[in-house]
C-alpha cells in the first residue's frame, strides 16, 4: 500500500477526489496472450519478470456497472449471482477498490457481466478489473489516459494491464520498483483475417489460481531461469510477424512461447499441467491436422482449454474439425 | 570410426583379434533412469552432456544369443521374428557390429529375445546393447571388465553403458573427447524393499525415437540450457535419498527429474510430446492417490508408458489402483 501512494502522487491528486457520479459503467474485452506474462517481480503491484503480448478479443469480455450505494459493505454480483463476501473472487475486488476509495465509507454496488466462461483460463479476471478501472475513472471523474488506467488495472491482475485496448497490445515489464513504466502499448499494427477459436474442453473452475501457480513455478522450477531469454526472443519474433504479416512464424511462435510455459509449470514442485486428457486429444489433432497441411495453431493458459489461432481462408476447415469451436475475428467489427 | 580406433588402442590389441569361440550368449537387464540422460555431446560416441542415475530391472531384459555364420551378410532375430536388413534396427545393429569384426567377412547371426515391450520407451535397446556386447565379449574372446564392455555397449545406445551391472548405477558424463571417461559404476547400495510398476499405457512403436527427440531437444529447446544444472541437483540429492533410505525424497527428485526431461521437450520445435491422454489419467491418478497419502511417485522415458516407484509396504494398494501393474523388485531375487 506504501508503494501505491506513490503511484498516486505520480498520477496527480486526481485519485484523492470524491466521486463526480454516482454510476459507471464500462466494457474491456478479454485479450488472449501469443507471449505470455509468466511471473512477477513484484507480489504486491504485479510487475512481471518479462514483457508480454496479447491480441484482445472484440466484443468478448466483462462489463462492469459501478454504483455508489448507501451500506456498509461492497455488494458484488458476477453473472447475476449475488457473491458471498468472503469468496475469493470478492475478497480480491475489495481489496482492489480499497485502493480507491476517496473515503472509507464510500460503498460499491459492483455489477460484472462476463460473456465468457469465468476462470477457465480464458483471461476472464483481465477483462474484470480492466472494466472495473474503467469504470471507476467515469464514475470518480478522474479522466485518466489508458496508459494510466493500465497501470491501476495491473494492481488488480497482471494481464488486466492489456485489456485498455483492442487488438495487438504489448505489456512492458518495466524495471522501476513503482511501477510506473510498466505499462500496456496498443500496436498500431491489425491483421484483418486473424481469427481466434475458443475450444472448451472444460468450464469448470482451475485447479489452481494462475497467481499461485505462477509464484510456485519462480520459485521451484529449475526451468524458469531459460524463461526470460525465451520471452524475449519470442517477443522480437512476433513483432517481426505481425509487421511482416508471417502467420506461419507468428503461429509457431505463440504455440511455443505456451508450451514452454507450461513447461516451466511441469518442472515446478508439486508439478503443475493444467491440460486434461481432453486438452491432450485436442493438442494431437491440431498438431494431426498441421502435418496434413492446415495451418492451425494453438495458446493455452492457465487452464485445460485451448485458443486456436489461424487465418479466415482455414476457419471453415478448422470449424469442420472441431464443431463446437467459437471462432472470434479479433480485428474485424 | 577415426574416434572409435582411439579405444580400440585403448583397449588394448584385443579388440583386433580373432574369434576364440563360434558362439556367445549373455543376458543384461533393462533399466529405468531416475536421473535421466538428454542430450549429447558427442553424436558418434554417444557421450552425454550429463551424468545420469538408473536403477535395473532383475530378470526384465534383452537375452542374446551371437554365432559366427558362413554368410555374406548378419542375420538378425528379434523375438523368433527375422528381420529385414533394412530395417531401422538391423541397420543400427549391424552399423555397431562393424565396429568389432576382426575382419570384414566374420558375419552374425544375431538372435536377441526382449522380455519387455520393445521400443515403447522400456529401455528395450539399452539391454539390447548391453547384451550383445556381452555376448560379444565370450564369443571374440576379449574378457574385457565391465566397466570396458560400458564403454563400447555405449556406442550401440547411450543408456547401455548402465545395463551391465543390477542396481543402483551411475553413468559418469566424463569429459574426455574419447569417451573413455564416460562409464557406469555399479553403487554399492541396495533398497531391498523398492518396487517398480511397469504401466503399459500404449505398447505400441513410439512415433518419435529418443535419439532423435535428444538432438531436436538440444538443437532447438530454449529450455535446455537448464537442463545440466537441474541434472547435478538430482544426481546429487538421490544419492541422498539412497545413503539415507529417505524415500520421499527419492521419489520426488526422480519425478520431478522425468517431468523436467519432458519439459524440455515440449519446448523443442517442432514440439515433442510423448504422453498420451492415457498417460496423463495415469497421472493424474498418481497424484491424486498421493495427495491421499500413498507414497507412489513416477517417471517417465521417451514413450507413453510410467514406471511406478512405491515401497514394498504399498504395493497392494498400489496394485488395487492399477490392477494391470507389473510389479517387480529390482533388489530382490
Known sequence: ??????????????????????????????????????????????????????????????????????????????????????????????????????????????????????????????????????????????????????????????????????GFVEWHAGSRDDGMDSVGESLTETWQDMCIGLLIVSAKEKILSSRVAMQRTVTTSSLYSAWPTKVAQDLATLKIAIAEKNFSLLGQTAESNALTMHATMLSAWPPIFYSSPETISAVQKIWSLRAQGLEVYFTQDAGPNLKLIFLQKDAQAVQMNFPELEILQPFSN
Chains 1, 2 share one sequence.
Not at 85 to 99: A, E, I, K, M, Q
Open 1 to 166: 500500500v506504501k508503494k501505491f501512494e506513490t503511484i498516486k502522487q505520480i498520477l496527480g491528486e486526481d485519485l484523492q477526489k470524491s466521486p463526480s457520479h454516482s454510476i459507471g459503467n464500462a466494457f474491456a474485452p478479454s485479450n488472449i496472450a501469443l507471449c505470455k506474462y509468466w511471473g512477477k517481480r513484484d507480489q504486491e503491484l504485479n510487475l512481471p519478470v518479462t514483457s508480454s503480448l496479447s491480441v484482445s478479443l472484440g466484443s468478448k469480455g466483462a462489463t462492469t456497472f459501478l454504483e455508489i450505494i448507501q451500506d456498509n459493505h461492497d455488494q458484488i454480483i458476477l453473472n447475476d449471482v449475488v457473491l458471498q463476501s468472503d469468496s475469493p473472487f470478492s475478497r480480491r475486488l475489495v481489496t482492489f477498490l480499497n485502493l480507491f476509495r476517496s473515503n472509507p465509507q464510500l460503498k460499491f454496488k459492483i455489477s460484472l457481466h462476463s460473456n465468457i466462461p469465468i476462470a477457465a483460463g480464458l483471461a476472464s479476471s483481465a477483462a474484470g478489473f480492466a472494466s472495473v478501472i474503467k469504470a471507476l475513472d467515469q464514475l470518480m471523474g478522474w479522466q485518466l489516459a489508458p496508459q494510466h488506467l493500465s497501470i491501476l488495472a495491473r494492481l488488480g491482475s497482471g494481464s488486466a494491464s492489456r485489456s485498455l485496448w483492442q
